[in-house]
């Protein structure tokens, strides 16, 4: 009798330790596979996203960007969001949408560098015409008021636009909202006028560098306007991108044409550290 | 040392070993004696009583748990919300008034899909290791990690549905949890990725908190939902590789939930609604070898079973070295 029923025990355990077992072996296949379908987009290259300054090559950010989000954090224009789950393994990295808000620099320490706990945004970058974000590209030139000879005069990007930018000569600690800014321009120059290294260049130029340090001084120009002729007896420019540009994007942001004429390329974005060497020259 | 082995053998997904009864303290095999024999209609009413008393009790240790649960992630939406700088970041990696703490798991992913040592990151692991150590290590599930305490909700939901019959619980093999923590391992380390954090729900969850919901929380509804119906406390219980790795940590914490088998009556009332049964082992009638024995690595410190016990049998003990008194 016992050993009987000591029998079925053990014949009823060792069937539902099976079970068991190859509903862990299941679970493990599942969630691993399940996971790995974040390389999907990775690897097709559905994303390409626009990194804070000092962001690694895009293979070693991920792998090093722990989605903790205290760039995030630090952000004075809230520049910085983190990414969904259409990223895959990017994932809860962060990125700038520059049409939306750009980096302007006006943290001036890069803040969110600082913030970093793990390096992927490196340390080893201290000055904002270090990093390298991406370059500018006049994407739509046959839409560009300058080329086309117009001027400007109103809100750069409407009442509604949320984005801020910081004005040196209004408030040099706090960015104000793009839309209480009016410009009357008698040639649209706005990627120029308002591209941090060209407003940096200049004042160091004047001898007032940003807080005084020499450091802070951009070698290298990043846009200049050209003089391209004339049509309709209007002289008409062209924006020119230089070396100095390191793709922060307000030049994306402050574009009054929609979509944006200068639009920031990732594809070109190369080692965070750039060696600058000759004269990209003034505008 | 024994001990140690086995509960983290029994963390590793092993089942608990039968101790052999040469193993069996003096005063055990005394008291497993004594509580063979049949206890007196009056002492039965007693107990009865007194576990009547005790299940109208509220649950002390829950809400508790539920509160700092709830405040330790506020403190980091809030932070951020009123740029106090309290805490910055998200429970993957964050500082406290500037002192970097990294989530173990998050910076083992990282470091090995990096394959560089980083330095803020070994403070922050130490700090953390040294406070999860000294708490118990699986304490940061189930009183801080917010995905268990959706879980505790799924559950509440599972038991109702289940009395029902509207959902049934399956078991699955302990083992697989430690084969999850190895593959992710080996993932991290041969992609080059942190393959983990894809589908991390405490992440996911404490991200979403802090900088708003995303599409990422689809995957936490399906874990949810998947243990309503499926399996009660399946991702806590059975996958996540951050108990694991907590609960190593936990494994030789000075701080324990200790049996007394003195005061024990086996009723089961901790088994019950404890998310891992396993480290109630000596609560099984005749089991307990000594008269006061340590729950395993796996326990997470909810205390749960202190609120369910009919006879004050569980408590907390802080005990630096030794045995608990």
Known sequence: ??????????????????????????????????????????????????????????KEFLASCIKCGQCVQVCPVEAIHLTDIGDGFGMGTPYINSRKQACDFSCDGL?????????????????????????AVV??????????????????????????????????????????????????????????????????????????????????????????????????????????????????????VEPAVIVMDVSQRGEPIKVHTGNGGHA | MRQLIDSLSVLMGNKPRQVKPEEFSEAARAHHDLRNEKRSAEEREHIKAHRRHKAAQPKTWRIRRWIVLALVNLIFVLSYKFDVQLVEGALTGSRFVGFHMADLNAALQVMLAYKQVLIN???????????WWLLGGRTFCSWVCPYHLLGEWAEILH?????????????????????????????????????????????????????????????????????????????????????????????????KVVHDASKCFHDGACRAVCMVPHVLEPTRKGHAFEIKTALGADCTRCARCIDACPTEALSFQFKAIGKPK
């Not at chain 1, 016992?2 to 679970?27: C, D, P």
């Open chain 1, 1 to 58: 009798m016992m050993g009987n029923i000591e029998k079925k025990t053990v014949k009823k355990t060792s069937i539902r330790g099976r079970r068991e077992f190859l509903r862990s072996i299941a679970m493990t296949a599942g969630l691993a596979g399940a996971a790995m379908l974040g390389i999907v987009p990775v690897v097709r290259g559905w994303v390409s996203r626009q990194r804070p300054p000092g962001a690694l090559a895009e």
């Open chain 1, 111 to 135: 803040q969110c560098v600082l913030a970093c706990p793990t390096g992927a945004l490196t340390h080893h970058i201290n000055y904002s015409h270090q990093s390298d974000m991406a370059m």
């Open chain 1, 139 to 256: 994407a739509r030139p046959d839409m560009c008021l300058a080329i086309r000879g117009e001027g400007f005069k109103g809100l750069a990007r409407g009442a509604d636009f949320k984005g801020k930018l910081r004005y040196d000569d209004i408030d040099r600690w706090n960015p104000i909202p793009l839309n209480e800014h009016q410009y009357d321009l008698e040639v649209c120059d706005l990627c120029v006028r308002q591209c941090p290294i060209e407003i940096r260049i200049a004042q160091c130029e004047a001898g007032s560098p940003p807080a005084g340090d020499e450091n802070q001084c951009p070698p290298v120009s990043a846009i200049r306007l050209v003089e391209t002729g004339e049509t309709d007896g209007r002289k008409t420019f062209a924006p020119e991108i230089l070396a100095g540009c390191v793709g922060c994007g307000v030049c994306e942001m402050i574009c009054p």
């Open chain 2, 121 to 131: 990151l070994m403070i922050g692991i130490v700090t953390i290791f040294i406070g």
């Open chain 2, 159 to 255: 038991l109702k549905l289940a009395k029902k019959g509207w959902a049934k619980h399956h078991d699955f093999d302990r083992r697989g949890r430690l084969w999850l923590w190895l593959v992710f391992v080996v993932l991290a380390f041969v992609t080059g990725y942190t393959v983990y954090e894809t589908i991390s729900p405490t992440g996911i969850l404490s991200r979403a908190l802090i900088y708003g919901p995303g599409l990422a929380l689809i995957w936490v509804g399906a874990l949810l939902l998947f243990e309503i119906f499926y399996s009660r406390r399946f991702w806590c219980r059975y996958a996540c590789p951050i108990g694991l790795t907590y609960g190593l940590v936990g494994s030789i914490s000075p701080l």
